[in-house]
């Protein structure tokens, strides 16, 4: 194995084998028991992360996430939290968060209508929303928004779209659930569909906002709406998925690891069938004339289902 990665590295240096990508920018690593978590970041600060996306399930612990955010701050990372508002809006978390050096903090906010937003987010989290808005105000702690969409927050995106721009919040991620043409739901936006409503929230925002989108989720009818709107995508396009056991997983396609953190360096992962698939994917021209000058072709064309993200 030393010796295949020796010829390996030769080629590569003498230019007659393609070189890897270089590490990926940003990581999301979902908040997990504090011995789990505690030797992932020295290993992406290794590889030359510089920024950690800390993702939490449903009630996590404030204690373990303030730890894991100053240790990953500690390396010289920059730290975003994403979570659900009435998960991060609870006593000081908030004010411990902004303590401990982190620098951005997500949260979902998926409709202007309350009663849209809580049946996907869940009972009362639309006021936890708007207070945590307020907050991170009086904090000065930068807010991101991410928007889900899906066919009920579609209905009301201009409504949405209006409230935050009262509200000056300009970092606006979109994260769709898709499902293919051949394979419609009503929960799901369709490959077709995803097109023009990328190109309308573009136009409508343009210079208002500072629009990210992520890979698409493929919608799995065997979870509830709800569910998929809570697990979030799993990274933005230009990071990395890195599982609390160490699986490296890249931002799109079958959630399938290419190696793990605690035994493999970036390049042989980089390697790997499974983000050399990822790779040509994002290297193929993203551009055609159906939709010239889209960001959101940036993360691979929406009607792609090869460029959605599932499992």
């Known amino acids: 194995m030393a010796f295949k990665q020796f010829l390996q590295d030769l080629c590569e240096r003498l230019g007659l084998a393609e070189a890897p990508p270089p590490p990926p920018r940003a ?35 404030a204690g ?11 390396l010289g990372m920059r730290v975003s939290v994403r979570g659900r508002a009435s998960d991060l809006a609870q006593a000081k978390l908030l004010s411990d968060l902004a303590a401990a050096g982190v620098q951005e903090i997500e949260i979902p906010f998926l409709s202007a209508i309350g009663e849209v937003h809580d049946a996907l987010a869940g009972a009362g989290d639309y006021r936890c929303a708007l207070r ?9 702690l930068p807010l991101a928004i991410q928007i889900v969409l899906v066919p009920s927050t ?31 739901s009503s929960w799901a936006i369709s490959a077709s569909e995803l097109l023009a409503a990328a190109r309308w929230i573009e136009q409508s925002g343009e210079s208002r906002f500072n629009f990210t989108w992520f890979p698409p989720r493929r919608f799995d009818p065997s979870r509830t709406l709800a569910q998929h709107v809570r697990r979030g995508p ?3 396009a230009d990071a990395v998925r890195i599982e609390p056991d160490g699986r490296v997983i890249p931002p799109a396609g079958p ?19 499974v983000f050399r698939a990822w790779k040509r994917r994002r290297t193929t021209p993203a551009r055609c004339a159906e939709c010239p000058g889209l960001a959101a072709c940036a993360v691979g064309c929406l009607r792609g289902v090869a460029n959605w993200s599932e499992g």
């Open 27 to 61: 990581a999301d690593v979902p908040l997990a028991d504090p011995q789990q978590l505690r030797p992932i970041f020295p290993r992406l600060a290794v590889w030359g992360v510089k920024q950690i996306h800390l993702i939490l399930g449903d009630e996590p612990e």
């Open 64 to 74: 373990d996430l303030v730890h894991a955010a100053r240790q990953a701050v500690e």
């Open 132 to 140: 945590a808005m307020d907050r991170l105000a009086d904090l000065k």
């Open 154 to 184: 579609w209905k009301t995106i201009e409504r949405t779209l209006q409230l935050l721009d009262d509200r000056r919040v300009r970092e606006v991620r979109c994260f769709p659930i898709a499902c293919r043409d051949d394979e419609p």
């Open 234 to 236: 799993r990274a933005a």
């Open 255 to 273: 959630a399938v690891s290419g190696g793990n953190l605690f035994q493999d360096d970036w390049k042989p992962i980089a390697r790997s069938e």
